[in-house]
């Protein structure tokens, strides 16, 4: 469920949730897109779509795809217990959550869903980098 705190009548995001996320996108071998969805496009679907990037680009530009993914969805609400699980995993020390929490508010104007947003997996600096 999208909850970021324990609720003994609903699924709280776990540990393992995320670790078969990571699990899968190093098994994806990328040669088709890769959709991910949830019910509203808001907060689950946007923190995996982040893991999923963080994943494939290692560590040291989270910000940027933090900063990406708000360019890309202004309603983006990453869930902060998933992005905490996945810092975790990771090793990140606190650099995914700190860039969540960089992204600010998200701006849902009069819908609560999102709209269609595409991001690319890999990220390219400004030097052109890979």
Request: proline residues 6%.
């Amino acid at each position: 469920n999208d909850i970021s705190a324990h609720d003994p009548d609903l699924i709280t995001p776990a540990a393992d949730h995320v670790e078969n996320l990571i699990a899968f996108v190093e098994d994806w071998d990328r040669r088709d897109p890769l959709l991910i969805h949830c019910w509203a496009g808001i907060s689950r679907s946007t923190a995996s779509a982040l893991i999923t990037q963080c994943v494939i680009n290692g560590p040291g530009c989270e910000q940027e795809l933090a900063l990406a993914l708000r360019e890309a969805s202004p309603q983006a609400s990453p869930n902060r217990l998933l992005i905490a699980h996945a810092d975790d995993i990771l090793g990140l020390n606190g650099n995914l959550k700190n860039a969540v929490e960089k992204m600010g508010l998200p701006n849902y104007g009069a819908s609560w869903e999102s709209r269609l947003f595409g991001i690319p997996a890999v990220y390219v600096d400004e030097r052109g980098v890979e």
